[in-house]
């Protein structure tokens, strides 16, 4: 079975539980795998980035194999602002999607979910043709500034810092995974921090190694982050330096040049 999200926010959880840690979020039109019904919740596997979760049942729209494929399969339109307005054509009625949400079948500011949806969206929030631009992520990632922290999240209404990260590739027709360890996993290591150069992942660990933080590194020895908020701070070989609190608030554990 399959669907999609018909929203512009669904929550994820761990666990088929509203009381349940939220660990991600769909953004309007991701689409997904079902892989399990379990009373009002549905576990399930995001395409984008295989990560699993569960959902409530409430909150989708089911969707048939052969509109999963032909989503798979179609070239990728984005939202590129902070949030949009879609309009329904059927209900007549608008709502706010966030940037990064999927628009499938999209053509000339129109898009659909099968036969039962079909939706208007100003082309100028748009981003169907992409090409690897490190200012223009830059840019993107600059706009989420004040954004408050939050964990699971992906929009500007809060993210958390590979959410952060994520959204911000994606501008570029670029998937990475959902969490920091993950992301971690890809592209090219750097030897020496000054070799970074703007648009370079910087990977942070805890105590025990593993990789919890990631953050955009920007030029004149400088990081964007989601840590509380996102905001800029300084970064150097031993960390991000917390500018309020004047010490060091993450440990740098390698730098990846995905772009």
Known sequence: MFGICNLSIVPCRAEPSNKSEMVTQLLFGEHFTILEEKEEWLNIKNAADSYESWINHKQYSPIKENTFSAIESQPKAIVTELFALAKNNKTNQSFPIPMGSSLPFYQNGQFSIEEQSNYSIDSLNVKNTFEVNVEKCLQTAFLYLNTPYLWGGKSCWGIDCSGFTQICFATLGISLPRDAYQQAEIGNALSFVEEAKAGDLAFF?????????????????HIIHASGKVRIDKFDHFGIFHSERKKYSHQLRVIKRVV
């Open 205 to 221: 660990d805890n105590e025990e190694g593993r990789i919890i933080h990631v953050g955009i590194v920007l030029n004149d020895a």
